[in-house]
């Protein structure tokens, strides 16, 4: 009787965690969220929008008030709306937990951003990094383009900012010695010269994106990095 209870609560578990991955994209026991978008009626990916960053939140929320261990997010993204991307973003700036961030598939234009918010960024052996000016559709009347096109401007000066301060760490830039406006105009150069920049994970890491591409020494797995920041190593 003990043994059918035991394996039936077990099973009952099972279901719960399949349930919180596939319709809440958190794992609560492992303190893991997924980040990707919703199928959209032509099927196609519905990338950041409002549905992801209400849900990313009340998932950090819950992560935090249920422990203090490290949060892994996974992302697979193409990007997509600026401010969903932003709230996003300083959810993880504001988390008290330690937050591990890990690139799959794709982390491209607004998936290039909310990355950067994170204390460990890691990248997948094969995942692509992109990024760009993004684009802008502007309407309404003449005040208001003018009054829009100034707000891109700044959230331009915003994204640069936000690439530059990580950048500036990393390994390329270093090398040059680069003063923070050095690398804003590099950046600068690459998304006019390609409009779309992409990079290989190594190249991510070269470049300050991320930390390291998972397998590298001392980050050879999700598990033991996630155990290597809990034991303070």
């Known amino acids: 009787m003990s043994s059918t209870i035991i394996t039936k609560k077990g099973r009952n578990q099972k279901h719960d965690i399949i349930e919180e991955l596939h319709s809440y994209n958190i794992c609560i026991d492992t303190r893991e969220i997924f980040l990707h978008g919703e199928p959209s009626d032509d099927n196609s990916d519905s990338g950041v929008e409002f549905r992801m960053?209400?849900?990313?939140?009340?998932?950090?929320?819950?992560?935090?008030?249920?422990?203090?261990?490290?949060?892994?997010?996974?992302?697979?993204?193409?990007?997509?709306?600026?401010?969903?991307?932003?709230?996003?973003y300083d959810a993880i700036i504001g988390c008290q937990c330690h937050v591990i961030f890990v690139m799959h598939g794709t982390a491209a234009s607004m998936g290039s951003i909310i990355p950067q918010s994170a204390d460990t960024r890691i990248i997948m052996p094969s995942c692509i990094f992109m990024v760009h000016d993004g684009s802008t559709c502007l309407s309404g009347t003449h005040k208001q383009v003018q009054s829009a096109a100034q707000l891109e401007e700044r959230l331009r000066e915003q994204m640069l900012d936000i690439y530059s301060s990580v950048c500036i760490n990393g390994h390329f830039f270093q090398k040059e010695q680069a003063t923070d406006k050095k690398v804003k105009e590099y950046i600068i150069g690459k998304m006019n010269e390609k409009e779309d920049w992409w990079l290989?994970?190594?190249?991510?890491?070269?470049?300050?994106?991320?930390?390291?591409?998972l397998g590298d020494e001392g980050y050879d797995t999700i598990e033991t990095i996630r155990d290597s920041i809990i034991n303070g190593e």
């Open 53 to 88: 960053a209400n849900r990313f939140l009340k998932n950090m929320r819950l992560l935090q008030a249920s422990g203090d261990d490290p949060i892994i997010i996974h992302q697979h993204t193409d990007g997509g709306d600026w401010f969903s991307g932003m709230m996003m």
């Open 200 to 213: 290989n994970a190594r190249e991510t890491v070269a470049f300050g994106f991320a930390d390291a591409v």
